[in-house]
């Protein structure tokens, strides 16, 4: 009898290998549809702006120079020395040394698809102070050397130009400066900049300046801060941000309305700020990495999905083996307990049974949202368990039991995906409950003395 006991467990744990094959076609498939959420993503970006960043404003002061080079020719004693006369073109940069954006982000969902995705319309202005350069900031001329400045231009960077929604109203020292296109930077490529009147040009003395802009983008705004001082303002609609890059707000106030957040950083490093210049193609690429020098400089905020329907979905597919186990665990102990033969095509059965609930919970939330299409799918996945029990078990008292512990069980998966900060902690103690009632349920069994049940088995 202890032979037939050991084929049974056996024959029990491969059909529960067997049932991870479908557990795990349904996690392809979630990971799957949660690309082609990334696609609409990126069709939408693409169709209007995607995420943007700004980088400064800044004031780029060329530099023309001309100076003596002492050159060698020959060898020996014909060895000469000459001076030939040299050119190079340098950039002064002039970070500004107060930094203030004062903004509202006004979000609205778009529809692509089946997905919704957050794209917004920014409201800002700059403000803030540029200081004559110190000297130690100025080029160092070489022998002989003779120093002509160009036309100073004022620089924003912008990851996507296409975002802005209006032309950008710019003041500088009580000028009024025209935008152009580019940024004429190799670090800097995406953004504009406007040629500074020579009235203002030299530099003597500080310059007020004010940019007021609208932008538009998808999914995140980010800010890399190149002043001395920098404070931001945002307000939204938005109630669901998540704060990121390399600052966090110093305040936030986040209710259902929207959100209001504050960020101060000041005099950051200078190597920082050169830093981001000169990284080629990658100082205001459109989607920062999260190593880059923008990412790990900015203050950024993102539009999050309260509810990620497939970041959830696939959470609760991997409590899926523990739900197998379970139900098999509990089918064991009705087998052999009371004497009721259930043969493994049945176990297979309400396994896969299972199974189809979590593909259930993902197709129906793309349509309904994510808690309706949870209460779905566990009713019609427990009501068809329990319909099919109560042929099996011989009776509609067993089945209704069973199904409603799984129905408390689908319940308690439930709190758990929620409770993202304390998933793991509930996720702990479900197991241990289960594991507690199984072992508390069996502690009285004489698993030696189970020979009646084991030839009811047989018999079938």
């Known amino acids: 009898m202890q ?24 996690e392809s498939t979630v990971a799957e549809r949660s690309h082609f959420r990334e696609e609409a993503v990126n069709q939408v970006a693409a169709n209007s702006a995607r995420a943007q960043t700004l980088i400064g404003p800044l004031l780029v002061l060329p530099v023309f120079e001309e100076y003596d080079e002492e050159i060698s020719e020959g060898e020996g004693e014909a060895r000469r020395t000459r001076l030939v006369r040299r050119t190079r073109n340098r950039d002064v940069f002039v970070f500004p040394r107060k930094l203030t954006l004062e903004g509202g982000l006004n979000v609205e969902q778009r529809a692509y698809g089946l997905h919704q ?51 950008p109203k710019i003041k500088l020292g009580g000028s009024d400066l025209s935008p152009a296109r580019g940024t004429g930077l190799g670090g800097m490529k995406n953004g504009f900049q406007a040629a500074i009147p020579h009235a203002v040009a030299g530099l003597t003395q500080s310059l007020p300046f004010r940019i007021e802009l609208r932008l538009a983008g ?20 938005w109630a669901h941000p998540s704060f990121g890059g390399g600052f966090l707000p110093r ?3 986040v209710d259902e309305q929207g959100f209001r ?40 905020v993102r539009l999050i999905d309260p509810v990620d329907i497939y970041r959830l979905s696939l959470r609760a597919t991997k409590y899926g083996v523990l739900f197998v186990v379970l139900t098999f665990a509990a089918f064991f102990m009705f087998e052999n307990l009371r004497s009721l033969p259930i043969h493994p095509v049945q176990y297979g059965l309400v396994g896969l049974a299972l199974a189809i609930f979590f593909l259930l919970l993902l197709s129906l939330s ?31 008292k067993p089945a209704l039991a069973f199904g409603s512990g799984l129905g408390l069980l689908l319940g308690a998966l439930f709190g ?14 479900l197991l241990f409950a289960a594991l507690a009632a199984l072992m508390l349920g069996t502690r009285s069994i004489d698993w030696y003395r189970l020979k009646p049940a084991l030839q009811a088995n047989a018999e079938a």
């Open 261 to 300: 957040a504050t960020w101060s950083v000041s005099a950051l490093a200078a190597n920082v700020q050169r830093d981001i210049l000169n990284q080629p193609g990658r100082a205001n690429e459109a989607t920062p990495s999260s190593g880059s020098v923008e990412e790990q400089n900015s203050f950024r």
């Open 3 to 26: 032979k037939q006991l050991f084929w049974k467990c056996l024959s029990l744990f491969v059909l529960g290998l067997m049932l991870l094959i479908p557990l795990g076609m349904i």
């Open 416 to 429: 758990v995906l929620l409770s993202e900060q304390n998933a793991l902690l509930l996720g702990s103690l």
């Open 218 to 237: 998808t999914e995140s705004f980010g800010l890399v801060p190149l002043a001395d001082q920098t404070v931001a303002s945002l307000s939204s609609n």
């Open 251 to 253: 305040e936030r106030q």
């Open 366 to 396: 793309e349509h309904v949202g994510f808690a309706w299409a949870y209460l779905v799918a566990a009713l019609a996945s427990s009501g068809l368990i329990t319909a099919y029990l109560a042929a099996v078990l011989r009776g509609w």
């Open 117 to 167: 995705v957050a794209v917004f319309d920014l409201k800002g202005q700059l403000s803030g102070q540029f200081d004559p350069p110190a000297e130690s900031d100025l080029p160092k001329p070489g022998r002989n050397g003779a120093v002509r400045w160009g036309a100073p231009r004022l620089v924003l960077g912008l990851s996507d130009p296409r975002g802005l929604i209006s032309e």
